[in-house]
């Protein structure tokens, strides 16, 4: 079956890093993303990755590595703004996007 | 600015009774639309994917009797809950690819949390 795996919650001070992980399993692969999405609101596009490496956008990086199954979203000098959820969704062979249940992001002062 | 506008944003409405909810992409066309609901804490379901001037398919379990999908220009889609009850409750999403965007990114509507009574 088809899988994707991500943490539910993590806990990181306004400021610092946080990594925020997610492997999958699917039948084919057609690309990665990461959206965030705040409660009550639609998701909103971050990154997406379909070659190996690093894709830096200001504050937000995304790294892939398909050999491994398995993507980070990196974020920067943490704002309280970036509490959310985000998610990880992966487009298979035939362009169907499974999503990953979301990691929600706290952020402490 | 958003590129696709989705609209009610918020509906109440009594059991029994049918909802619609408008999905328009803005100055783009959209080749395809997808309708997703979304559970409290969960994660994002795909209900169907709609290709303009075809009907939509829809994803195993999805009543296709119940949400009637219509999408019928390039530039909009519609989802129809017919006969609502309390357990269609849920905030219902939809989103567009659009001709020429070739990363395949998807564009999401700001969602329509529906409440049935």
């Known amino acids: 079956g088809q899988n994707i795996d991500q943490p539910t919650e993590m806990t990181a001070t306004e400021g610092a890093i946080v990594q925020i992980n997610c492997t999958y399993q699917t039948s084919g692969f057609n690309g990665l993303f990461w959206y965030q999405q705040h409660a009550g609101e639609a998701p909103t596009f971050l990154s997406y990755n379909v070659l190996d490496g690093l894709e830096e956008k200001g504050r937000f990086s995304s790294f892939l590595s398909r050999s491994k199954g398995y993507s980070y979203l990196l974020l920067k000098e943490l704002q309280m703004k970036d509490s959310a959820s985000y998610l990880c969704?992966?487009?298979?062979?035939?362009?169907?996007?499974?999503w990953g249940a979301g990691t929600k992001l706290i952020i402490k002062p | 600015g958003a590129v696709v506008s989705q609209h009610p944003s918020r509906v109440i409405c009594k059991s029994g009774t049918s909802v619609k909810i408008e999905c328009r992409s803005l100055d783009f066309q959209a080749t395809t639309m997808f309708w997703y609901r979304q559970f409290p804490k969960q994660s994002l379901m795909l209900m169907a994917t709609?290709?303009?001037?075809?009907?939509?398919?829809?994803e195993q379990g999805v009543e296709k009797d119940k949400f009637l999908i219509n999408h019928a220009s390039l530039t909009l889609s519609t989802l129809t809950v017919t006969s609502a009850h309390p357990e269609d409750s849920s905030f219902y999403i939809c989103?567009?690819?659009?001709?020429?965007?070739?990363?395949?990114?998807?564009?999401f509507g700001e969602g329509s949390r529906l409440t049935v009574l």
């Open positions: 969704a992966v487009m298979d062979s035939n362009y169907q996007l499974i």
């Open positions: 989103s567009a690819r659009f001709r020429g965007r070739d990363t395949g990114e998807l564009f």
């Open positions: 709609s290709n303009e001037g075809s009907k939509a398919t829809y």
